[in-house]
């Protein structure tokens, strides 16, 4: 890595891709290849640069109309595997992975970045705060095939934004974010995007996400941001708490829609419902984003997802047919690794929510609590613990979701705060230019 002037660039000679490892007879062969690329890292320290390349590919690209949210220790390949097998069509998300795992664990990059061919359309979504590292690990992680690259800026962790410094924090220093997002374009082949939240502690106007928003978006290829519709707060409250305190404004939302035609948003934030879903697209959010309601119930969320959002038949899938897909991929995983970095457990906690408000789902949960301990494999597993769902939740095909909600959307389009000021924004390209 070498200086000019303040723009870090370190060249790269031509690598070939690793073989990633599938996991699983169910998910197909493995998947290897042979791709050779050969590239620069482009770390911006000041003066942010990205090439017309970056551009077109920012302008031709238009968001999922549904993705699922990143979360850590839920949204791993195994839960992934479920949600693929449940919906084909939503877009799904990687844990966050800090930048500084990926270049440090160069020597074990599957164990992190690997993922069959099955999981596409999926999203990579890394965090940090050093803008070598930042480089380093896009580029490694470009040779697993993502179909997009998503910069957390929304995380309140206080491992995250706390001591690690990065995550939602950084929405206090946008010029930062945007050369994060030049760094991270320049050094892959795909979309980027941020997900930010709308605000940290009393930095939490309007006019101040505006800024935030403009600041990235003119500065780097930036045209796609997935906006979590409440502030985070940095101190008192965990994480959890975060995801209910601060109340959801999705005004903030709306009104950046209205403000910013150039740029697209995805809604996140307290969306539990496929009805919700529709109705945000409806009222003009060009992309919904799921989180906790497509982990905690994902029958009922991801399986209307295909028909209802993206205009496919009704689908005849049933939960034994699921099972039975994810029983040959569990089984395979448990087979490769000798049990030596998996268990019976870590794949069954996907499932946790499968019978979500079915009869049998809590004497399920309580045969599974006790299967954990003497099961060695998925299919045993099911053996032991099945026997409490009935046939009539097993064998029945998704049906229509109940109907019967307020729309909040609507109602938040009819409190939209004011437009900022464009002098604001006319200072601010000279102040950035």
Request: proline content about 6%.
């Amino acid at each position: 890595m070498k200086s000019v002037g303040n723009t870090l660039i370190a060249s790269v000679t031509p690598v070939h891709c690793a073989m990633l490892k599938n996991h699983g007879r169910l998910l197909s062969k493995l998947v290897s290849g042979n791709v050779s690329k050969s590239r620069k890292f482009h770390c911006c320290s000041q003066k942010c640069q990205f090439n017309g390349e970056s551009l077109m590919v920012a302008a031709r690209y238009s968001p999922p109309l549904f993705s699922v949210a990143p979360m850590m220790e839920c949204t791993d390949n195994h839960y992934r595997t479920l949600a693929r097998l449940i919906s084909k069509r939503a877009w799904l998300y990687t844990e966050m992975i800090a930048a500084e795992t990926i270049v440090y664990q160069k020597g074990d990059l599957d164990r992190f970045l690997a993922f069959s061919r099955d999981q596409h359309p999926i999203v990579l979504q890394i965090g940090g705060n050093d803008l070598e590292n930042i480089a380093k690990a896009t580029q490694l992680a470009s040779l697993y095939g993502y179909d997009e690259i998503n910069f957390n800026c929304g995380c309140p962790s206080p491992k995250v934004a706390g001591k690690g410094c990065f995550g939602v924090r950084l929405m206090l220093d946008p010029k930062f974010v945007a050369d994060a997002m030049s760094v991270i374009s320049a050094n892959s082949d795909v979309p980027v995007s941020v997900k930010c939240r709308i605000g940290v502690d009393n930095h939490d106007s309007y006019n101040e996400l505006c800024d935030f928003i403009y600041k990235v978006s003119s500065l780097s290829p930036t045209k796609h941001f997935i906006i979590h519709s409440r502030k985070a707060l940095l101190n008192g409250i965990s994480a959890r708490e975060n995801r209910s305190i601060p109340p959801l404004k999705y005004e903030y939302l709306y009104a950046l829609v209205r403000d910013f035609p150039d740029l697209q948003f995805t809604i996140n934030g307290g969306i539990n419902s496929i009805h919700e879903v529709t109705s945000a697209l409806k009222e003009g959010a060009h992309g919904v984003m799921v989180g906790r309601a497509a982990y905690n119930n994902p029958w009922n969320v991801l399986g209307h997802v295909d028909s209802a959002v993206y205009g496919m038949p009704p689908s005849s899938l049933t939960r034994r047919q699921v099972l039975e897909k994810y029983q040959m991929y569990a089984d395979s995983v448990l087979e490769l690794d000798g049990g030596s970095k998996t268990n019976v457990r870590e794949l069954i906690k996907p499932l946790l929510g499968f019978f979500h408000s079915e009869p049998g789902n809590g004497l399920w949960k309580r045969k599974a609590d006790a299967a954990f301990s003497s099961c060695l494999t998925i299919k045993s597993f099911f053996e032991e613990t099945l026997v409490a769902i009935p046939d009539s939740v097993l064998d029945s095909p998704i049906v229509s979701a109940p109907i019967g909600f307020r729309n909040v959307f609507s109602d938040a389009k009819s409190r939209l705060p004011l437009p900022p000021p464009s002098t604001v924004r006319d200072e601010e390209a000279v102040l950035y230019a």
